[in-house]
């Protein structure tokens, strides 16, 4: 068993090698990529970090993205726990089709609704602004976030509940006080999957925006197209978007477990 | 005061309550008896007001609390799990009541610290629920029960999933601890030895059915019915459908050859009875290897399973035309298959009717003999 760690190592290097590249590429002048092959930056710069961090145009492009996703967590979340709670505590007429259904929306592609989120938004004054995209995204995420919170909330046990009403708990305070900390681990995981899902959902930010809401994916298509292939510029970006995925799963690692522990996530 | 006024509970077509009325007074302690399913966690649920009864009424002092919303009720309770805030110290858990009912902070201090002190919790007040034992966790949930000081403490097996050890010595703690209160207790266990241990007042129940309910001695020495009889027995009450012909129970049934051997002779208490079908009962710890005293009856008993507990033997018998147990003291290894005589005393004896109701002993001091079925053993 000497070369027991081979595998381990050869399987990370092959799952590292995109991203080296990415992070490679991103201190790489656009010449030198076009140039040819080569393992590491030549000519080492960070031309293209200054370029994004300065240029309103691309940072706005994050801080648009971080709006919604930020705005689409919150009400994910917020709408979710209620409904997980209803899911997990009563018995009501069609409450397992209506959990069902509620999955069945994660099944359909994002495109399928984007005309009919695009009509509707424009006509109501929704279109380009950053709730548009949270109330979008919404769809995927309130079903995700259900599913998720429910696991953990069947994980405690109905005595509980019951003791502080008897204790004399009021319903809002007992799930503030008593109950959202019993669940803090579920309600991490459910925003991090919500986060996430946001963050690479392209297709509805991109048609729902034009302007003053233009996410990050929309910025980097059209830079691309008007400035030639900055293929430095793209992958600088490329590497910024991961950043704040990488920050919030750091976050909730071990709360992920538990998740996939409860079948879940 | 509480008081069910026929109570009833139906899930779907499912009766989980049937027309239950019961009044318990300020002060006591009320045992709630019965197997698994009897329906004692529902019975506590109404009282509690967790559940609201599909029909019937609930009072509490006079007042019709009946749909009240449970938080303003004046109840505590303890289930068998352990059930604590996890996310707060045993001391805000024991306080928890209290600080909804804004206390001032000094009586919240002085009553955790009499009460952690009454359950031996003071070490573990800045401690959370789950890193304590069981039984550390279950005083909590107890301890909080007491804190609240409400009128109406529903016990719900509360020392079920303790060990052994634990659970005698919370045991006897327990009625000290709640007498003092003046509160009304509610205490569920499917144990008749629990019932008996506790003393108070049983209520025995049999799926959903409040069966008799009386001070706790009376319900074990006078059972009113064989339900109540067998549900207040461990191990199971030894009964028997007899016929009575002259001054003889029959244990056989009419078509089958008579079995001399195997008939009981009719108490004098119960010699004035009529003739007919009739149901005999014997608690196990009442039949013996050996004779008893004077009104000693022998009857042959075959022996199919023997198990030794140490102390104690039960053997398990076909005796009296049926499937008897006999607990005895000691270690008796008896050969499988064997047979032997089996003892127990006429006074012993209950009699029910045809229809499983007592049949009360038209000499009074006979059956209620100074010793009969003296405690659990």
Same mark, same amino acid.
């Given at each position: 068993?000497?070369?027991?760690?081979?595998?381990?190592?050869?399987?990370?290097?092959?799952?590292?090698?995109?991203?080296?590249?990415?992070?490679?590429?991103?201190?790489?002048?656009?010449?030198?990529?076009?140039?040819?092959?080569?393992?590491?930056?030549?000519?080492?710069?960070?031309?293209?970090?200054?370029?994004?961090?300065?240029?309103?145009?691309?940072?706005?492009?994050?801080?648009?993205?971080?709006?919604?996703?930020?705005?689409?967590?919150?009400?994910?979340?917020?709408?979710?726990?209620?409904?997980?709670? +209803? #899911?997990?505590?009563?018995? $009501?007429?069609?409450?397992?089709? %209506?959990?069902?259904?509620? /999955? &069945?929306?994660?099944? =359909?592609?994002?495109?399928?609704?984007?005309?009919?989120?695009?009509?509707?938004?424009?006509?109501?004054?929704?279109?380009?602004?950053?709730?548009?995209?949270?109330?979008?995204?919404?769809?995927?995420?309130?079903?995700?976030?259900?599913?998720?919170?429910?696991?953990?909330?069947?994980?405690?046990?109905?005595?509980?509940?019951?003791?502080?009403?008897?204790?004399?708990?009021?319903?809002?305070?007992?799930?503030?006080?008593?109950?959202?900390?019993?669940?803090?681990?579920?309600?991490?995981?459910? +925003? #991090?999957?919500?986060?996430? $899902?946001?963050?690479?959902?392209? %297709?509805?930010?991109?048609? /729902? &925006?034009?302007?003053? =809401?233009?996410?990050?994916?929309?910025?980097?298509?059209?830079?691309?197209?008007?400035?030639?292939?900055?293929?430095?510029?793209?992958?600088?970006?490329?590497?910024?978007?991961?950043?704040?995925?990488?920050?919030?799963?750091?976050?909730?690692?071990?709360?992920?477990?538990?998740?996939?522990?409860?079948?879940?996530? | 005061?509480?008081?069910?006024?026929?109570?009833?509970?139906?899930?779907?077509?499912?009766?989980?309550?049937?027309?239950?009325?019961?009044?318990?007074?300020?002060?006591?302690?009320?045992?709630?008896?019965?197997?698994?399913?009897?329906?004692?966690?529902?019975?506590?649920?109404?009282?509690?007001?967790?559940?609201?009864?599909?029909?019937?009424?609930?009072?509490?002092?006079?007042?019709?609390?009946?749909?009240?919303?449970?938080?303003?009720?004046?109840?505590?309770?303890?289930?068998?799990?352990?059930?604590?805030?996890?996310?707060?110290?045993?001391?805000?858990?024991?306080?928890?009541?209290?600080?909804?009912?804004?206390?001032?902070?000094?009586?919240?201090?002085?009553?955790?610290?009499?009460?952690?002190?009454?359950?031996?919790?003071?070490?573990?007040?800045?401690?959370?629920?789950?890193?304590?034992?069981?039984?550390?966790?279950?005083?909590?949930?107890?301890?909080?029960?007491?804190?609240?000081?409400?009128?109406?403490?529903?016990?719900?097996?509360?020392?079920?999933?303790?060990?052994?050890?634990?659970?005698?010595?919370?045991?006897?703690?327990?009625?000290?601890?709640?007498?003092?209160?003046?509160?009304?207790?509610?205490?569920?266990?499917?144990?008749?030895?629990?019932?008996?241990?506790?003393?108070?007042?049983?209520?025995?129940?049999?799926?959903?059915?409040?069966?008799?309910?009386?001070?706790?001695?009376?319900?074990?020495?006078?059972?009113?019915?064989?339900?109540?009889?067998?549900?207040?027995?461990?191990?199971?009450?030894?009964?028997?459908?007899?016929?009575?012909?002259?001054?003889?129970?029959?244990?056989?049934?009419?078509?089958?050859?008579?079995?001399?051997?195997?008939?009981?002779?009719?108490?004098?208490?119960?010699?004035?009875?009529?003739?007919?079908?009739?149901?005999?009962?014997?608690?196990?710890?009442?039949?013996?290897?050996?004779?008893?005293?004077?009104?000693?009856?022998?009857?042959?008993?075959?022996?199919?399973?023997?198990?030794?507990?140490?102390?104690?033997?039960?053997?398990?018998?076909?005796?009296?035309?049926?499937?008897?147990?006999?607990?005895?003291?000691?270690?008796?290894?008896?050969?499988?298959?064997?047979?032997?005589?089996?003892?127990?005393?006429?006074?012993?004896?209950?009699?029910?009717?045809?229809?499983?109701?007592?049949?009360?002993?038209?000499?009074?001091?006979?059956?209620?003999?100074?010793?009969?079925?003296?405690?659990?053993?």
């Amino acid at each position: 068993m000497r070369w027991k760690w081979l595998v381990p190592t050869l399987y990370i290097v092959f799952l590292m090698l995109p991203i080296y590249w990415l992070i490679n590429m991103s201190f790489k002048t656009t010449n030198e990529i076009l140039a040819g092959f080569s393992p590491f930056p030549q000519k080492f710069t960070i031309e293209s970090y200054v370029e994004i961090l300065t240029n309103p145009v691309w940072y706005w492009g994050y801080i648009n993205s971080m709006i919604y996703v930020v705005l689409n967590t919150v009400i994910s979340v917020a709408v979710a726990l209620p409904a997980a709670y +209803a #899911f997990s505590r009563y018995r $009501f007429l069609g409450d397992k089709h %209506l959990f069902f259904w509620l /999955l &069945t929306n994660r099944m =359909a592609p994002p495109a399928v609704f984007a005309l009919p989120f695009l009509q509707l938004y424009s006509s109501v004054g929704l279109f380009d602004t950053h709730i548009a995209v949270a109330l979008a995204h919404c769809l995927f995420n309130i079903p995700l976030a259900v599913w998720i919170l429910e696991g953990f909330m069947s994980g405690v046990p109905k005595e509980i509940d019951e003791t502080a009403y008897i204790d004399g708990y009021s319903f809002p305070r007992f799930f503030v006080k008593i109950f959202m900390p019993l669940i803090a681990s579920g309600i991490g995981v459910t +925003a #991090f999957f919500c986060f996430m $899902f946001s963050w690479v959902e392209m %297709l509805l930010a991109k048609t /729902l &925006t034009s302007v003053a =809401a233009k996410p990050i994916a929309a910025v980097m298509t059209r830079t691309a197209s008007t400035s030639g292939y900055e293929l430095g510029l793209l992958a600088a970006a490329g590497v910024l978007t991961i950043i704040p995925g990488a920050i919030v799963i750091y976050f909730v690692r071990n709360y992920i477990a538990k998740g996939f522990a409860l079948g879940r996530v | 005061m509480l008081e069910l006024r026929e109570v009833s509970k139906r899930v779907g077509d499912a009766v989980h309550i049937r027309d239950v009325s019961i009044r318990l007074e300020p002060g006591t302690l009320n045992v709630l008896l019965g197997p698994t399913l009897a329906g004692k966690t529902t019975l506590m649920r109404l009282m509690a007001g967790l559940d609201r009864p599909t029909s019937g009424t609930v009072w509490a002092d006079g007042v019709d609390v009946t749909g009240l919303a449970v938080q303003k009720r004046d109840v505590a309770m303890v289930y068998q799990q352990f059930i604590n805030y996890p996310a707060l110290t045993v001391y805000e858990n024991i306080a928890s009541p209290m600080r909804i009912a804004r206390r001032p902070k000094a009586e919240i201090d002085e009553t955790v610290a009499r009460v952690a002190a009454l359950l031996k919790l003071e070490p573990f007040l800045d401690r959370l629920p789950l890193q304590l034992s069981g039984g550390q966790q279950q005083r909590t949930a107890l301890a909080r029960a007491l804190a609240k000081n409400a009128r109406l403490v529903l016990l719900d097996e509360p020392l079920a999933n303790l060990d052994y050890k634990l659970r005698e010595e919370l045991r006897a703690e327990l009625p000290k601890i709640f007498s003092q209160s003046g509160a009304i207790f509610v205490y569920a266990t499917a144990e008749p030895e629990e019932a008996l241990l506790l003393g108070g007042h049983t209520a025995t129940l049999h799926e959903g059915s409040l069966t008799q309910f009386g001070p706790t001695v009376d319900v074990y020495r006078r059972p009113n019915t064989l339900l109540t009889a067998r549900t207040f027995s461990d191990p199971p009450l030894n009964w028997a459908r007899v016929r009575k012909v002259g001054g003889v129970f029959h244990t056989h049934l009419p078509d089958e050859p008579p079995e001399g051997e195997a008939d009981v002779p009719v108490p004098p208490a119960y010699a004035g009875l009529a003739d007919g079908a009739y149901v005999i009962g014997l608690r196990p710890h009442h039949l013996a290897l050996s004779p008893t005293g004077a009104d000693d009856v022998a009857v042959d008993g075959y022996v199919q399973a023997i198990e030794i507990t140490g102390s104690e033997t039960y053997v398990h018998l076909d005796c009296l035309n049926t499937d008897c147990i006999m607990l005895t003291h000691g270690v008796h290894e008896l050969p499988l298959g064997s047979t032997v005589t089996v003892h127990f005393s006429l006074s012993r004896l209950m009699v029910f009717d045809a229809e499983d109701v007592a049949v009360a002993p038209q000499a009074e001091d006979v059956a209620v003999a100074p010793d009969a079925g003296k405690g659990a053993d």
